[in-house]
């Protein structure tokens, strides 16, 4: 079956960094996704990798290794507004979108 | 970018009616249009994907006759919650797909409607 499997929750400290750990499994590949969703709010999109290697983009990072099904996203100098939760989601071979749980992130002062 | 509305953002409705949620890609054509819906808490589920012109696939569990998808053209589709009871009160997001130019292709989300059946 298809899985994705990210943690449900993370905390850190304002200004530090965090990096949010998602390991996949699907039917064929065809990329990885990560959105930030504000609670109430719809996801918005972060970042796509397809190819092994780190993705920088600001203060967030992603990284992605296909052949250990894993990928990070590193998020750097947090700010209080950095309080989210942040979705895995790996694009299958049909280019469906497989979502993970989600990891709830929360910024302490 | 691209933009993706949806309307209502919030809806109350008693319980036996029916709710239409529009979902309109505003700058682009989406060759695929996609529906989910969110619990607190937890992530999103997809209830259906729908491309213009044919049928909703529906994902497992879904009831096809009380979650009805048209896809009527490139640029909208609806989904109309019939006979909506309590525990129909959700998140319902749509997703709309372009082809972009590469390889991948993104999913542009709308805000998001919020149903709450009394």
């Known amino acids: 079956g298809q899985n994705i499997d990210q943690p449900t929750e993370m905390t850190a400290t304002e200004g530090a960094i965090v990096q949010i750990n998602c390991t996949y499994q699907t039917s064929g590949f065809n990329g990885l996704f990560w959105y930030q969703q504000h609670a109430g709010e719809a996801p918005t999109f972060l970042s796509y990798n397809v190819l092994d290697g780190l993705e920088e983009k600001g203060r967030f990072s992603s990284f992605l290794s296909r052949s250990k099904g894993y990928s990070y996203l590193l998020l750097k100098e947090l700010q209080m507004k950095d309080s989210a939760s942040y979705l895995c989601?790996?694009?299958?071979?049909?280019?469906?979108?497989?979502w993970g749980a989600g990891t709830k992130l929360i910024i302490k002062p | 970018g691209a933009v993706v509305s949806q309307h209502p953002s919030w809806v109350i409705c008693k319980s036996g009616t029916s709710v239409k949620i529009e979902c309109r890609s505003l700058?682009?054509?989406?060759?695929?249009m996609f529906w989910y819906r969110q619990f607190p808490k937890q992530s999103l589920m997809l209830m259906a994907t729908s491309n213009e012109g044919s049928k909703a696939t529906y994902e497992q569990g879904v009831e096809k006759d009380k979650f009805l998808i048209n896809h009527a053209s490139l640029t909208l589709s609806t989904l109309t919650v019939t006979s909506a009871h309590p525990e129909d009160s959700s998140f319902y997001i749509c997703?709309?797909?372009?082809?972009?130019?590469?390889?991948?292709?993104?999913?542009?989300f709308g805000p998001g409607t919020r149903l709450t059946v009394t």
């Open positions: 989601a790996a694009l299958d071979s049909n280019y469906q979108l497989i």
């Open positions: 997703s709309a797909r372009a082809r972009t130019s590469g390889d991948f292709y993104e999913q542009y």
């Open positions: 700058d682009f054509q989406a060759t695929t």
